[in-house]
């Protein structure tokens, strides 16, 4: 279509009538950022959507990544280290992606973050029996109110996710009990917490970096979105993700997390033992753990005891608690291994035979906007970050929980009360 172009009454002779065609502005894409800080290494990313028919699958267009200093089993021990460390790896992703990072979501893990299921009970408020979303709210500060203070203490909740609901003692097939009839309205929910000081050492740490805070994710909950299927978190299964000194776990079943949680041991463990063992270097015992030193004179059979013998302490943590919620053996999706310390070769093996579930290393082959396939477990908890960031219209439905309707509202206004 071609507009004429007019002259103003009284312009001046650049007005000359032209013709030009209508002016078309393509549509802005939308930029995700995660932040990933882990003991090992602080992992940025920057994302935009890859189609507008598949808002699922983000677009990696930079990425930034810098030594940790200033950590300890995930918690921050001295803050202007781990700020520089931010710092470094937000540059480089900037510079990467072209890029300005002003804002981005941000995993907490490390052994500060638990979970604890509690059920509330309410009577249904409407004279008609019907349950409303107040009802549904109701049930939940219910649940809320029955965590024991001795778990509470110096925790935030992070994460609130309805596991189920009860109408009248009889289970709700699906995750809403809105629009039916009952006198009493039961829910069993899973809060995700984190211990206060250290959320809020970790968003202070990335605010002095000058990047703004937009919510706060589980490391586990983000690593799932990239690692785990629809079909696994429904039938059943357990994600570890074995960090440098902590490994944590999260249970999915019904298509929604039903425990989450983290123990102070990791893949160091190993190198440290190695260390000791074939008295090494740190370093050396480090590429030899991972399988980059090949044709050494080091005995085998001590080598894969030392690495045996930790892996193994691992394992045991987790069926302890596979256990301890009822889950041992039971999960047909089995277990799925990520993280940096899943690449060791035995850990896929041992993990089947020590816990008696199907096993196997989440494979990770993203590509993107980037060079070089992302093939690095240890990514996939920042990737995951990225896909919230692009799928916040439809969170819920994204991340695979049934995520409380205010917990947007809530992570926010807990950013605004943590920060001084």
């Not at 009454?9 to 549509?27: N, S, V």
Request: aromatic fraction near 4%; charge should be positive; charged fraction near 20%.
């Amino acid at each position: 279509m071609v507009v004429q172009w007019k002259p103003r009454k009284g312009a001046f002779a650049k007005d000359f009538c032209l013709q030009k065609p209508p002016l078309h502005f393509p549509m802005a894409k939308k930029i995700s950022v995660g932040i990933d800080i882990g003991t090992y290494q602080v992992k940025v990313m920057v994302a935009e959507n890859a189609e507008p028919s598949d808002r699922t699958i983000p677009k990696i267009v930079g990425t930034g990544f810098a030594e940790s200093r200033g950590l300890r089993h995930g918690y921050i021990i001295n803050q202007a280290d781990v700020t520089r460390a931010i710092g470094q790896a937000i540059r480089q992703a900037e510079k990467t992606s072209g890029t300005r990072i002003k804002n981005a979501y941000l995993s907490v893990g490390g052994i500060g973050l638990s979970s604890i299921t509690s059920t509330g009970t309410t009577a249904v408020s409407r004279a008609d029996s019907e349950i409303s979303e107040l009802d549904v709210e109701k049930s939940l500060e219910a649940s809320r109110a029955a965590i024991p203070q001795s778990f509470s203490i110096n925790r935030r909740i992070i994460h609130t996710i309805p596991v189920q609901y009860r109408i009248d003692g009889k289970v709700v097939l699906g995750s809403k009990a809105v629009g039916m009839k009952a006198n009493k309205l039961e829910a069993k929910v899973l809060f995700v917490t984190a211990l206060e000081n250290h959320l809020h050492d970790l968003i202070q740490a990335v605010e002095d970096a000058g990047v703004e805070v937009s919510q706060v994710i589980a490391a586990p909950l983000a690593a799932s979105l990239v690692t785990l299927s629809k079909s696994q978190k429904i039938v059943g299964s357990v994600l570890a993700n074995i960090g440098a000194e902590t490994v944590s776990i999260v249970v999915f079943e019904n298509n929604v997390p039903i425990s989450l949680e983290t123990f102070p041991i990791g893949s160091n463990d190993i190198t440290n033992d190695i260390a000791l063992g074939l008295k090494i270097p740190l370093e050396e015992a480090e590429r030899i753990k991972l399988g980059a030193i090949t044709g050494a004179t080091y005995p085998k059979k001590k080598l894969d005891d030392i690495i045996e013998a930790r892996l193994s302490d691992i394992l045991e943590l987790i069926e302890a608690h596979l256990k301890k919620i009822g889950r041992s053996g039971l999960l047909p999706a089995g277990i799925i291994l990520t993280g940096g310390g899943s690449g060791i070769s035995i850990l896929e093996e041992l993990a089947k035979s020590s816990l008696s579930l199907p096993s196997r290393v989440a494979s990770m082959n993203w590509s993107g906007g980037m060079r070089e396939p992302i093939k690095d477990a240890s990514w996939s908890v920042v990737y995951g970050l990225c896909r919230i960031g692009l799928s916040q219209e439809d969170e819920e439905s994204t991340l695979g929980v049934g995520i409380a309707k205010k917990a947007r509202g809530t992570i926010r206004n807990l950013i605004r009360q943590l920060l001084p």
